[in-house]
């Protein structure tokens, strides 16, 4: 069956002389390798990270690699390429999409968020400022795993629980796995705020760096063979 598909570059690795294999996130077939003949010299060119592209191919069930019969620019990302911050945030990114999204899983709506995200990093008017922290946590509610949020008061004091996957009030529990206030807070607000809304934000160095270690250690909760250390070593050096 020939599939016509948006798709999203995420990485690739040598294969011989002149081949690349691709991980490729397909708006209708999900994540997908792909062996690219003579890709090593497409590289530059079509298969840098969050790539958008549209492709062909012939689709079997069975199969775990699959063969590109043609490939085409969809939207360049010139903002993320020329940008040191966001290239790097985008390599980071390919990583946790990798890591979090199962293998010929068809899910549009994740898809869509994550294309529509791409989108706003690769804008002019997008600074970066905490956009990796507000897709992880917003990737969440695509992945199944997102607390529920919306009708929770926002006077009240809750503490996040990373096991269970809940607000609680911070009256009724002082088990130990509990994030405090403070994070739990940040938790919220990032998931209700939107990616325009980013550089209203403000966080100390240190909260930062602690608060995505935690955001990171909860995927690893709730995703199997997510691995929260590699990702925290990829994150240091990266960003």
Not at 70 to 82: G, H, R, V, Y
Not at 117 to 135: A, T
Not at 204 to 209: C, E, G, L
């Amino acid at each position: 069956m020939i599939i016509n598909s948006s798709c999203i570059i995420l990485n690739n690795i040598s294969y011989g002389e002149s081949d690349l294999i691709v991980k490729i996130l397909t708006q209708k077939k999900g994540l997908l390798s792909f062996l690219i003949k003579g890709g090593q010299k497409k590289k530059k060119k079509y298969l840098q990270p969050l790539m958008n592209v549209n492709i062909s191919f012939n689709y079997k069930n069975k199969s775990d690699l699959f063969f590109i019969k043609s490939i085409e620019f969809k939207n360049i990302i010139n903002n993320i390429l020329t940008n040191y911050q966001k290239r790097n945030m985008a390599l980071f990114l390919c990583k946790i999409i990798s890591n979090s999204i199962s293998i010929n899983q068809e899910d549009s709506k994740t898809y869509d968020f994550i294309d529509n995200s791409i989108s706003w990093l690769n804008s002019k008017q997008c600074s970066g400022k905490y956009f990796e922290l507000w897709f992880l946590i917003n990737l969440t509610k695509f992945l199944g795993f997102a607390p529920d949020y919306l009708n929770k008061n926002l006077s009240a004091n809750y503490s996040f629980n990373p096991q269970s996957g809940e607000f609680c009030l911070d009256q009724v529990s002082n088990r130990t796995e509990l994030w405090n206030t403070k994070f739990s807070k940040y938790f919220y607000n990032f998931l209700i705020t939107n990616a325009e809304d980013l550089d209203k934000f403000s966080l100390s160095y240190n909260d930062y760096k602690a608060f995505i270690e935690k955001v990171l250690n909860y995927y690893e909760l709730h995703i199997s063979e997510f691995n929260y250390k590699k990702l925290i070593a990829i994150y240091t050096e990266l960003l």
